[in-house]
């Protein structure tokens, strides 16, 4: 599974979100489908980022890793030959979680960091179901 991980950049380098073309287009389309505005997702990424710990978000980061990996295994064993789209990885807006999502006319699959590491810690819930899901 091909994962496209934004989280550390988006913590290491200032402004990320404007300086690369693909996150841009990303967040674009992330307005357009969650239909939120421009300044929300910019305000919401900013306020998550400062309460974001680069060592929490190691820990998160390889949870969603072995999880996607896990469902990956189970999707390919039930389908054999299909083709998954790659996944985003981005620390998001307190918004959407997961979803499809069409950039530059290529599917992905995005996870918000966010609400996931909020989803981690709700009673009942299942990781392996959530990804398959999305």
Request: net charge negative.
């Amino acid at each position: 599974m091909n994962i496209l991980d934004f989280t550390s950049q988006q913590i290491e380098i200032k402004d990320f979100s404007e300086k690369e073309d693909f996150f841009k287009d990303f967040l674009h389309e992330y307005g357009r489908l969650c239909n939120i505005s421009d300044e929300f997702i910019k305000n919401g990424i900013e306020d998550e980022l400062k309460k974001t710990r680069k060592k929490n978000l190691d820990i998160t980061i390889q949870k969603i890793r072995y999880i996607l990996q896990r469902s990956e295994e189970k999707i390919l064993n039930f389908f054999r030959n299909i083709e998954i789209p790659p996944v985003i990885l981005f620390i998001g807006p307190f918004a959407w979680d997961g979803h499809g999502i069409l950039v530059k006319e290529k599917p992905y699959i995005f996870l918000n960091i966010t609400m996931m590491e909020h989803h981690f810690n709700l009673p009942g819930f299942i990781p392996d179901v959530h990804a398959i899901h999305e």
